[in-house]
């Protein structure tokens, strides 16, 4: 293998690990956001627990689900 090709090779996978890295760090932040309005009790969350019939024992398990995925 040629250095071009392996220079090029490798900018390439780097490129790619940093897109990777950003990408999951906007997921995770997403989903810590999530986890926090649920947990800070925003009228919209708790509505929405309380039509499917859900309580607020049932929203911090779901709470401590979102926190443990990111």
């Given at each position: 293998m040629s250095n071009k090709a392996f220079n090029q090779f490798n900018?390439?996978?780097s490129a790619f690990k940093?897109?990777?890295?950003g990408l999951r760090?906007?997921?995770a932040l997403a989903?810590?956001?999530a986890g926090g309005a649920k947990l800070a009790g925003v009228p919209m969350m708790v509505e929405i627990f309380e039509h499917i019939g859900l309580g607020p024992l049932r929203r911090g398990s779901v709470v401590l689900a979102n926190?443990?995925?990111s």
């Open positions: 900018s390439t996978s940093y897109t990777s890295l760090l906007i997921a989903f810590l956001a926190w443990g995925r």
